[in-house]
Antibody, heavy 119, light 103 residues
Framework: QVQLVQSGAEVKKPGASVKVSCKAS????????ISWVRQAPGQGLEWMGW????????NYAQKLQGRVTMTTDTSTSTAYMELRSLRSDDTAVYYC????????????WGQGTLVTVSS | AIQLTQSPSSLSASVGDRVTITCRAS??????LAWYQQKPGKAPKLLIY???SLESGVPSRFSGSGSGTDFTLTISSLQPEDFATYYC?????FGPGTKVDIK
């Protein structure tokens, strides 16, 4: 079955970087994109950006431009999201989700990765 | 950027109730709207896409309708496993969510 499995929880200090992985299985990785969505504790869903697994094209949320980089490794069907210059308000659960390519819907989602930013 | 509002923000209902959640877009978006269900500590799950298309494997008690600026998610007969938070989504924008809990 189609599945996205993410890396484990991280604790980082302010100013550090974090890189979260998302390994896909059960489908042709390069036929879809991957969107990343985060959810702060008790809050709603915030779209962070999208990457095409076909050609690596990216589209980032304006508020994260300059701090986020999304990449893929097609040899391992894995997507990565790196966020730099972490702040306390970056504390959230980070999700990857398969994206047909037009941001119309996201399915399925990874299990989520909790990133805690604390001094 | 398009903004999405949901109403109500929360509701209490009983098993067997018919539940309707509304999502309103700040401008017309044709039928490009999806609905998700999220349970505590879990990832969101796609229920409806293209405003009214039921995702494979989702029970038929869930339905979606609408186009333009006004959309609804309806649960025809609420089941115990349906108590959750529901989000609408259009492109990069998510609604604020509607929490459905037990009356």
């Amino acid at each position: 079955q189609v599945q996205l499995v993410q890396s484990g929880a991280e604790v980082k200090k302010p100013g550090a970087s974090v890189k979260v992985s998302c390994k896909a299985s059960g489908y042709t990785f390069t036929s879809y994109g991957i969107s990343w969505v985060r959810q702060a504790p008790g809050q709603g869903l915030e779209w962070m950006g999208w990457i095409s697994a076909y050609n690596g094209n990216t589209n980032y949320a304006q508020k994260l431009q300059g701090r986020v980089t999304m990449t893929t490794d097609t040899s391992t069907s894995t997507a990565y999201m790196e966020l730099r210059s972490l702040r306390s308000d970056d504390t959230a659960v980070y999700y990857c989700a398969r994206d047909p390519g037009a941001l119309e819907w996201f399915d399925p989602w990874g299990q989520g990765t909790l990133v805690t930013v604390s001094s | 950027a398009i903004q999405l509002t949901q109403s109500p923000s929360s509701l209490s209902a009983s098993v067997g109730d018919r539940v309707t959640i509304t999502c309103r877009a700040s401008q017309g978006i044709s039928s490009a709207l999806a609905w998700y269900q999220q349970k505590p500590g879990k990832a969101p799950k796609l229920l409806i896409y293209d405003a009214s298309s039921l995702e494979s494997g989702v029970p038929s008690r869930f339905s979606g309708s609408g186009s333009g600026t006004d959309f609804t998610l309806t649960i025809s007969s609420l089941q115990p496993e349906d108590f959750a938070t529901y989000y609408c989504q259009q492109l990069i924008t998510f609604g604020p969510g509607t929490k459905v809990d037990i009356k």
